[in-house]
């Protein structure tokens, strides 16, 4: 026991192995110290200047915290009686929250740090007294209109069922909201992308076979009928689609059903997370040789996950990749502040999570070391290509080629909890192809399926260093195979 | 001293009693000329004989018929509390069924063939057509019976029942459902029953009949039955099921198989079965359990499934080795909402499913049932019965005062002793009572000197009397009549370093001019009781007996001052906040205050202070407590002279000091708390300090977009943000968070105070055509929209909501007042239009309608209007 220690250091330079990155070493995680008193179960986060947050609870309040990131943050209750506010944002002086009953607006008049002014910017759903009736948002759109989400009830609905559970809203304000997408579960994160489309994350469940990523468009339906009767009713943008078929492979239910949008990503259950929440892309470039990428925090993992996206023949699709585990609790927001780290806010009051605590706020940020990892993997016409964030030992690769697997799979739109994986397909894959400066890797097959998961595993892929993927796995979500 | 004769305890429910032994027997002993006035203590003793055997039900005494308590006997028509065999055996022989009782014989005298035939015919007549009694067996369980003695010693039955039924003719005469419907309710059967409702639960009323009825176990004890126990817990939806050792049971029995919905919840609750698994062969047994939500498996003792989870209905399975023999089972199941599933079971190496059940498992307990009495076995004729009814007017003691014509017996003042029932030798058929020689002596000078029972009696004497009759002595101190037996003193439990203070019940020494009159009447009609740290419970005296000890007691005083002497100013309540503060007197060391624990000890609550005691007795008490109870811990804080050492506060005048703190406490639960409570041992409450509090939730209803605010003041408001009105206002306790704040939540929140006072319905301003009633319909359905709220510098909330073009702004804030803080309500309307037609919808009491018209006034461009009320509940 004494021995093995010395014997691998000795050995280190000899062998020329490479000491193998952790997630940790690449992404640091900074904890802020909370008060004792202060439980804070976030359920928004608002990044400002100069190192301030501002944080809205599950319990209501909204916290102002100033030197956020620095050894001794300052917190100021700014107020406190809002529904369950699941979201900030700011315009000028007002900040918006999407509570259970309303879209509202909130500023601080006077500026005694506390909030005075309390303002309904739209309140036209009502709600039952269900437990689930939370909305997510708001975000604005390209055109400055407010989009929130808002999640099925589960249960006993205590003043009687209302419409408008499960849908996208679109609010411009001094106007009736517009009901724009239906088929929606528990549509946790909403964000509008850097290129003006919005995307929304939704939970598995029963006719949600996976948890996924899904652009919101106005008219589509998402699958989960709970409320999809509201469609009748004329503020609707969406078609009333009919009754759901009751077990059908996805990639057929939009024959079935016009307007049906399958997702631009499926996180398949347990591999990469259970529970998407709130995401955030990298618009100021400050994730290393992820720059621009998305990051989805998991609230059962206590963990981000990561994005990549591609437009295929006018549809957004693409793939996702284990990227940050460890997290304290739950996340359930990922924003990123303006000096680039990812402000991470959680809480697993009701769901329970892998992180160790109850709640917290921690600060995500690249280290600026650059690990070995599928920094994309894109779609082609005749197989998939890998983009890597380092070059491949070339010598190695041509003496012992890396083996490669992947595995298409579907899901089931069906009435009961999740769906497994189905139809499951081996894809046959012909000799890889490395590029000259060994940052771009082509793997051929001719077994390409639309409507269908594609999960690869990687096998002995060898950087120059001489190190392993950090994560040799990736799960490509193919819509449209490129012509 | 009081007179030897007082010292009695009797029974409060006619079960029993304990005859005390004479010390001195004044009255035989001047034998044979009786004094011409009796001692006052003998009077009382005299009157309290003639009230308890109700002897003026036969022999009428019109002029003072009223002063003695009406005390009939039970309905004995309604029949199903007694096996039919234990209603012959009573009639035949009452005493020696129950020694002691009030009930006399009324058969004697009688050829014994007749006798046993004249029971039989009664009880034909008293139980024809009904065949209600159940003598199916209960189950009860070792441990509700052990449960049932320790409630027997604690809460007070001991103080009135000391044999414990020692003679235990209950066994023989009902079943324990019977007994519990009686504990829970004794003026079911019994509308003059002595017996107190003791403010049991249904568990604790089925605990103390098991316990009472322990010999019902018979000889073998308890034994395994088939099948096993179910008990059902409340629970909040917090964390991983319920905490099983504290949440509490609100149902539970036995059952033959597993099911999720034992107990009949929909969500959030937890079932809890144990019982012992007869394992016939040794051998592996896989043991499954699927659920949805959560359940725990554990045999003899050890954890073997675990799936604690919120879940959709999943199975887990485990393989364990198990001996021959019996092993201790216990399933863990609780459901948080929506769909609700539970099945359990063992699959044998074959592969057959074993759900568990009754042919597995077994649990201890016994079937319950009444233990036979022989009867005389003879036919009876209802006929016959009925005529026997009849001739010894039954009715009289049996049906109450509507059946009162035609006594069978002479009238009090034409008696002569030695006759009658006080004869050496009656005749058949005269009741024969079992009065001890001093007894008969009493009772035969009153019917030697009937002034003696028409003789004028002033309040004292009529309260003496009832205090007797009522036995409050059991557990109280009278002047003149002593208290509880030096037994019974022992037995009083309390919680806490109070002393006797905190286990024995205070002395009635004074009680009328103590405590308010009202509050005399919450006391003895509805059980009120501040003291939680006594165990023993003051019953419920909502009987006859109850409304006119109450009314004996009232008038041994004058009615209170309607009004506190000095005007009622806020600063007042500001210096008694001070002074009741840790910085002052520092009453919060050892005296709750609105529901909030002490530092110290746990008091009782001094915000109750203004409902129940009289201002001049509070004054007395403060200079000088140990006037009224000697070894009371309250300390003395003024000197001879009414100065204190606390002069910051107040200039340590008493004079000022206890105005001061006379006034803050009358301000209720809505007085400001004061400095050092422990306000945060309890984290469920939320509890407004130095601003105002705001918590948006569900709200019992009202709606799902309620916005409640607190205040420092301890008066709080609902907003109804979905109805678009103001709906509630309360004192005291803000609100509680667990349904909203703890685990999924989302549940119906309600006030955590008291006083609530919902506003009417619909909104506060309408249109309204003539003679139409102020419409219900509010919020959106109505026109109405939530535009917000501002909060302004102290925090308090300015409503916005606007109707076409009327915008209200509706800001409400607490004003002190006496006897608890108010709100007031200003409203800003403001038009782009007039508005003719518009009324409000105040809330003043003085007026005659509920509503009046608006005037807008023109100002500029718009029509507008300001309003004010005061909200006082």
């Known amino acids: 026991m004494v021995i093995t220690p010395l014997l691998s250091l000795l050995c280190l330079p000899l062998a020329e192995a490479p000491a193998q990155l952790q997630e940790a070493d690449v992404y640091e995680v900074q904890t802020v110290a909370l008060p004792e008193e202060i439980e804070m179960e976030v359920g928004g986060l608002l990044p400002l200047p100069n190192d301030q947050l501002l944080v809205c609870t599950r319990r209501g309040e909204i916290w102002h915290i100033s030197a956020a990131s620095s050894e001794e943050p300052a917190f100021t209750l700014w107020t406190d009686g809002l529904q369950e506010p699941l979201g900030l944002w700011q315009q000028g002086e007002w900040v918006y929250t999407a509570t259970r009953g309303a879209l509202m607006r909130i500023r601080d008049q006077d500026k005694d740090g506390r909030a005075d002014d309390f303002e309904v910017v739209n309140d036209d759903w009502d709600i039952s007294g269900n437990y689930h009736e939370y909305n997510f948002g708001p975000r604005p759109d390209a055109e400055g209109n407010w989009w929130i989400t808002t999640n099925r009830a589960f249960g006993t609905e205590s003043f009687g069922h209302k419409p408008w559970r499960g849908w996208a809203l679109r609010i411009q304000e001094g106007q009736p909201m517009e009901p724009m997408v239906a088929g929606l579960r528990s549509p946790a994160g909403i964000e509008l992308s850097p290129w003006g489309d919005m995307f929304y994350t939704d939970n598995q469940g029963e006719w949600c076979g996976a948890s996924k990523l899904a652009v919101l468009r106005k008219g589509d339906y998402h699958g989960h009928p709970f409320g999809i009767k509201s469609a009748a009713l004329p503020q609707s943008r969406v078609k009333y689609p009919g009754e759901n078929p009751d077990g059908m492979l996805m990639p057929e239910v939009p024959e079935y059903i016009p307007h049906f949008q399958l997702p631009a990503v499926w996180f398949p259950y347990d591999k990469m997370g259970r529970s998407p929440s709130g995401m955030a892309w990298d618009t100021k470039g400050s994730m290393g040789p992820f720059a621009g990428q998305l990051f989805v925090g998991d609230q059962y993992q206590a963990s981000v996950m990561r994005v990549t996206l591609e437009q295929v023949n006018g549809v957004w699709q693409g793939a996702c990749y284990p990227f940050r585990k460890g997290l304290a609790a739950g996340v359930i927001r990922v924003s990123q502040a303006p000096d680039g780290g990812f402000w991470i806010g959680m809480s697993d009051r009701g769901w329970p999570s892998l992180g160790q605590e109850g709640f917290g706020l921690q600060k995500l940020s690249w280290s600026g070391v650059v690990p070995f990892e599928i920094r994309e993997m894109k779609v082609e016409p005749k197989g998939f290509r890998l983009f890597l964030t380092k070059a491949v030992d070339r010598k190695r690769f041509a003496a012992s080629p890396p083996s490669m697997q992947i595995e298409s799979y579907t899901y089931e739109l069906h009435s009961a909890y999740g769906s497994d994986e189905m139809d499951r397909k081996a894809l046959e894959i012909g000799a890889l192809q490395l590029s000259e400066d060994g940052m771009e890797l082509f793997i051929p097959t001719s077994d390409l399926r639309e409507g269908y998961v594609h999960e690869l595993h990687v096998q002995d892929l060898f950087a120059q260093e001489g190190e392993t993927l950090l994560h040799a796995e990736a799960y490509y979500t193919l819509q449209r195979i490129p012509r | ?873």
Request: proline share 7%; with cysteine; charged share 25%.
């Open chain 2, 1 to 873: 001293m009081a007179g030897v004769l007082s010292s009695r305890i009797w029974p409060l429910c006619g079960f029993s009693v304990v005859a005390a032994a004479m010390a001195t027997v004044p009255l035989l002993a001047q034998e044979p000329g009786l004094p011409r006035e009796l001692s006052r203590q003998d009077s009382l003793q005299l009157d309290w004989l003639v009230a308890r055997d109700q002897c003026l039900t036969c022999h009428r005494e019109p002029k003072k018929q009223e002063l003695f308590p009406e005390l009939y006997g039970p309905d004995i028509r309604i029949s199903n509390f007694s096996q039919p065999d234990w209603v012959e055996a009573w009639l035949l022989d009452p005493q020696s069924l129950r020694p002691g009782t009030r009930m006399p014989s009324m058969l004697e005298g009688l050829p014994e063939e007749e006798r046993q035939q004249a029971a039989a015919d009664l009880r034909a007549y008293l139980l024809e057509g009904d065949n209600s009694f159940d003598s199916s067996g209960t189950e009860v369980t070792p441990e509700q019976v052990l449960e049932g003695e320790r409630l027997f010693a604690e809460v007070g039955c001991m103080a009135c029942h000391e044999d414990a039924f020692a003679d235990r003719s209950l066994a023989r005469r009902t079943s324990v459902k019977q007994l519990q419907n009686q504990l829970l309710t004794p003026s079911l059967t019994w509308p003059n029953s002595l017996m107190p409702d003791m403010h049991l639960s249904e568990d604790e009323a089925f605990a103390l009949s098991a316990w009472l009825l322990r010999e019902q176990a018979g000889y073998g004890g308890f034994e395994e039955l088939p099948g096993l126990r179910w008990r059902a817990y409340a629970w909040d939806g917090v964390g991983n099921g319920p905490n099983w050792d504290i949440e509490s049971v609100f149902a539970e029995g036995s059952a033959v198989s597993l099911h999720e919905e034992y107990g009949g919840r929909q969500d959030r609750y937890g079932i809890l079965f144990t019982g012992t698994w007869q394992v016939k062969e040794a051998g592996e047994y896989t043991v499954y359990v699927g659920s949805d939500d959560g359940n725990r498996l554990l045999i003899d003792g050890e954890v073997v499934l675990d799936a604690r989870v919120n879940q959709s209905h999943t199975r887990h399975q485990t393989t364990l080795d198990l001996e021959q023999g019996p092993h201790e089972f216990r399933l863990e199941y609780y459901e948080n909402s929506g769909d609700a599933s539970l099945e359990a079971g063992w699959i044998q190496p074959d592969g057959e499913d074993h759900p568990f059940g009754a042919d597995a498992l077994t649990h201890l307990g016994k079937a319950f049932r009444p233990i036979p009495i022989s009867g005389t076995g003879l036919e009876g004729d209802p006929g016959h019965g009925s005529s026997w009814y009849q001739k010894l007017r039954c009715n009289q003691c049996h049906e109450g005062s509507t059946h009162m014509s035609n006594p069978r017996a002479p009238q009090w003042g034409k008696l002569s002793s030695g006759q009658g029932c006080l004869s050496e030798t009656p005749e058949p058929l005269v009741p024969q009572y079992t009065w001890t020689e001093e007894e008969r002596a009493l009772l035969a000078f009153a019917v030697e000197n009937p002034h003696q029972l028409t003789r004028a009696r002033n309040h004292q004497d009529l309260a003496d009397l009832q205090i007797k009759t009522q036995n409050c002595t059991a557990c109280h101190e009278w002047p003149g009549l002593g208290g509880p037996s030096s037994a019974q003193y022992q037995r009083f439990q309390g919680e806490g370093d109070f002393g006797d203070e905190g286990r024995v019940p205070p002395s009635l020494h004074g009680v009328s001019a103590k405590l308010q009159p009202d509050w005399l009447e919450e006391v003895l009609l509805e059980g009120a009781s501040v003291r939680p740290y006594m165990r023993t419970r003051m019953p419920n005296y909502n009987s006859v007996g109850g409304k006119r000890t109450l009314s004996s007691l009232q008038h041994l005083a004058p009615p209170p001052v309607a009004k506190p002497a000095q005007e009622f100013r806020p600063e007042m309540v500001t210096l008694g906040q001070q002074l009741t503060g840790i910085e002052g007197f520092a009453c919060v060391s050892c005296h709750q205050f609105a529901g909030h624990r002490s530092a110290g000890i746990q008091g009782l609550d001094l915000v109750t202070t203004q409902e129940r005691l009289r201002p001049e007795w509070f004054e007395a008490w403060m200079r000088d407590p140990h006037q009224f109870r000697k070894q009371t811990r309250m300390p003395v804080f003024w000197n001879e002279q009414g100065v204190s050492g606390l002069t910051k506060f107040g200039d340590g005048q008493a004079d000022v000091q206890i105005p001061a703190l006379w006034t803050y406490l009358s301000m209720g639960v809505s007085a400001p708390l004061p400095k050092g409570l422990v306000v945060d041992g309890d984290d469920d409450l939320l509890v407004p300090t130095d601003r105002p509090l705001y918590f948006g939730t569900f709200l019992q209803g009202l709606s799902a977009r309620v916005l409640t605010v607190g205040f420092p003041e301890r008066v709080h408001l609902a907003f109804d943000e979905h109805n678009v009105r103001l709906a509630k206002v309360w004192r005291g306790d803000f609100m509680r968070t667990s349904g909203t704040w703890n685990g999924r939540a989302g549940q119906l929140e309600k006030p955590a105070g008291t006083d609530v006072f919902d506003l009417p319905p619909g909104p506060a301003f309408a249109f309204l055509e003539e003679d139409q009633d102020w419409p219900e319909l509010a919020g959106k359905e109505a026109g109405w929209r939530m535009l917000g709220h501002r909060r302004d510098a102290l925090g308090h909330p300015t409503f916005r909501y606007q109707w076409g073009p009327l915008m209200v702004e509706e800001k409400i804030y607490p004003v002190l007042t006496a006897y608890g803080t108010i709100f007031r309500r200003e409203f800003s309307l403001e038009s782009t239009e007039d508005l003719p037609g518009l009324y409000w919808q105040h809330l003043r009491r003085s007026s005659n309608l509920p509503w009046e018209p608006v005037t807008l006034v023109r100002e500029g461009e718009l029509f507008v209007a300001q309003l004010q009320e005061d909200l006082s509940w």
